[in-house]
Structures are given as C-alpha cells and as structure tokens.
C-alpha cells in the first residue's frame, strides 16, 4: 500500500499576513520610536546661495530634475519660465535669484522642488539638494544670531521672512524655510514684470 502523502495545514490568510507582518516588524528595530520621537523635526535639505535650508516634507510634493523650461516674456527675471511636467505646465523659479538677486548657476544634476501653492504647484529650483534631515530640540539655535558661512547671517533681507527656527548640527547651521509662507507671499505670486 502507497504511503499516505503529509497533509497540509491550511492556514487562514489573515494569520498568514499577521505572520508577516510580524516578522517585518521584528526587523526595524526603533523605528515608531523614530517616527514618534518628541522633539523630532524631519525636512527635505537643500542649499540655496551659502545658506543650508530644510522645508518639512509637508511642504514639498516632489523634488525633480530640472526640465527644459520655456521662458515667458515679460515674465521677473527670477522667474525662468515654464515647463511640461507630465503634461501639466509648471512654473518653474529660481529661488535663489528671487532671495537674493543673483542668479543660481546651472548645472547637471539640478534639483527644483515642487511646492503646492494657491491656484496651482509652482516649482522652485535649489543649488544643491541634501535629501533627508532630522533635527531634535537638543539641535535648536537662535535663528537672529545664526551665521549661514562665516560673516553671513541665517535670516537677513528677504530670508527673514521665511525662516523661523534653526538648527546646529556639527559646523553646519541649517534654516527651517516655509516654502508655505513663500508660496502666499504677494511678490511671489506676480511673476509678471
């Protein structure tokens, strides 16, 4: 007589997920401990001019490379003009050049940040794109007497409008900007010259 083949255990498909989502777990030790942390602030970090900046990831949709831009007559000089982004036209600025009045120098691997803002997403261009930062209250400095770089102040001129707290982390000062505040500022919103 054939010997009788091992059963099977049919397991609930439920229980097979749980299972599953029991062994993953196991395998990211602290992670709600770092998503739930007291004092925590997380943010996408860029460079714009001398100064480290950090917008909360609230603020910012995308982060793309830079697409060709069609540029608009009549349009600030701030303003470069726009571009087809999966098949929606965007706006796309130079944050830098908006800020400061010197315009951001191009180069290969640019990043812009898409923003949300009133009547439609606007895309700002950035000089250099850090990704990820986490901060803790520990971090926290005085935003007005924070230096960028030696010799240049975190928030003076149009910076002090968008940056209100700032962080410390090693030689590097780093301004929490609003690109929110940024987006419903008037000026900001009439790129018309």
Same mark, same amino acid.
């Given at each position: ?5 091992? &059963? ?15 062994? @993953? ?5 602290? %992670? ?22 950090? &917008?909360?990831?609230? =603020?910012?949709? !995308?982060?793309?490379?830079? *697409?060709?831009?069609? *540029?608009? *007559? ?14 929606? %036209? ?32 606007? +895309? ?9 930062? @986490?901060?803790?209250? !520990?971090? @926290? ?5 924070? =230096? ?6 975190? +928030? ?21 900007? &609003?690109?929110?505040?940024? &987006?419903?500022?008037? =000026? ?6």
């Amino acid at each position: 007589m054939p010997a009788a083949a091992p &059963s099977l255990a049919v397991r609930d498909p439920f229980e097979v997920l749980l299972d599953y989502e029991r062994k @993953s777990l196991a395998h990211v030790v602290g %992670l709600p401990e770092q998503i739930d942390a007291p004092g925590l602030w997380r943010g996408v970090g860029y460079r714009i001019g001398a100064r480290h900046l950090a &917008s909360g990831f609230d =603020e910012v949709l !995308e982060i793309l490379p830079m *697409p060709q831009v069609t *540029p608009v *007559p009549g349009a600030q000089p701030w303003m470069l003009g726009v571009a087809n982004v999966r098949g929606n %036209l965007l706006p796309i600025v130079d944050l830098k050049q908006f800020l400061e009045g010197e315009r951001t120098v191009l180069h290969e691997g640019q990043r812009m940040l898409i923003v949300r803002q009133p009547g439609g997403d606007v +895309a700002v261009m950035v000089d250099e794109l850090y990704g990820q930062r @986490s901060f803790v209250d !520990e971090q @926290s400095i005085d935003v007005d007497g924070a =230096e960028a770089k030696p010799e240049v102040p975190l +928030a003076d001129g149009r910076y002090a409008h968008f940056i209100e707290r700032a962080y410390r982390i090693d030689a590097n000062t780093w301004g929490v900007f &609003s690109l929110d505040r940024l &987006s419903r500022t008037p =000026e900001f919103r009439q790129a018309a010259a």
